[in-house]
């Protein structure tokens, strides 16, 4: 039986990250160490509490009262941010007094990263101390009864990404990983989202995100395809950092911001543009599940 050992969440940790497979099949290791040794020597904090900020929702970050803040291209190892609207900087301080660290901005499969890459800013988090991960993301509406300006909390997702190299097996291991848990999404991270989003003046929608890698949009055949498998958004990220999330024992939510609505039939030209101004104006409703969570 395999199983995932991660560093532990001692500041002064600076081990790797191993999958191992048992005696005689060798380790796989993900050399986490300059990374945190060049987060550490600016930041020597524990937060509990993280955030990844997708598409138009980097302003968050401003509500942060930052002790440090790092460029992903001053990080070993971290992918650096091409996307549009996403800034590639590490936020450490405090949000209501309380520790958080927040990715302001993320990178996509479609920038040519493989995903071992994509996972290591999430391998970093939890050797950080982080135990609830926010993940949020723009996405596309359809489910016919969202609308434009909706927040949706994902309930579980679909994965249509292929995801090859997301834990790498060696050529002489045959046996499969063991699925981190039954639930990737927290049932309780759910429920208190809704009851602040209700408390806030707005329902939160509550459905299932379908990953694909982009990044083109999707064709008419595809919104119909992916709506009957039971999706309620597209969307082009987080299905690698929640995997890695749970591995990592993480609670996690996931948000999406619903840019746009798929109509099949009367399909209108999105432009990536119209989906960061999209997703900024959902801010608000964000910014009161973040700020609400955090405050416990």
């Known amino acids: 039986m395999s199983k995932v050992q991660g560093p532990k969440s001692s500041a002064s940790d600076l081990g790797p990250w191993t999958l191992d497979f048992g005696p005689g099949r060798g380790p796989w290791t993900l050399d986490i160490g300059p990374a945190l040794a060049a987060i550490r020597a600016r930041w020597s904090g524990q937060a509990p509490f993280a955030v990844i900020l997708g598409t138009g929702l ?4 401003d509500d942060v009262d930052a002790k440090a803040i790092m460029s992903y291209r001053d990080i070993p190892g971290f992918p650096r941010s091409t996307a549009l609207a996403h800034k590639g900087r590490l936020v450490c301080g405090t949000l209501g007094g309380r520790p958080i660290i927040v990715l302001q901005g993320r990178c996509h499969l479609y920038e040519g990263y493989r995903v071992h890459e994509l996972c290591i800013p999430v391998r970093v988090l939890a050797s950080l101390g982080v135990q609830t991960l926010v993940v949020t993301n723009a996405a596309g509406g359809l489910n016919p009864g969202y609308s434009v300006g909706d927040v949706m909390a994902i309930d579980d997702h679909i994965c249509l990404m292929g995801l090859p190299g997301l834990a790498p097996l060696p050529p002489i291991c045959r ?20 009851d602040l989003a209700s408390a806030s003046g707005f329902q939160l929608q509550c459905g299932v995100y379908v990953g694909v890698t982009g ?5 008419r055949a595809e919104y119909r395809a992916f709506r009957r498998i039971g999706g309620d958004c597209v969307g082009m990220s987080t299905v690698p950092e929640v995997l890695t999330a749970a591995g990592c024992g993480m609670r996690v939510l996931g948000l999406s911001t619903v840019t746009n609505v798929a109509r099949p039939d009367a399909p209108e030209i999105v432009s990536a543009d119209e989906v960061a101004h999209v997703a900024a104006t959902t801010l ?3 910014r009161q599940i973040v700020h609400g969570l955090i405050a416990g």
Request: no cysteine.
């Open 175 to 194: 046996e499969r990983i063991p699925r981190a848990r039954t639930r990737l999404y927290d049932e309780g991270l759910i429920r208190r989202a809704i």
């Open 215 to 219: 990044p083109s949009y999707e064709t």
């Open 284 to 286: 608000p409703k964000v």
């Open 58 to 61: 980097g302003e968050l970050a």
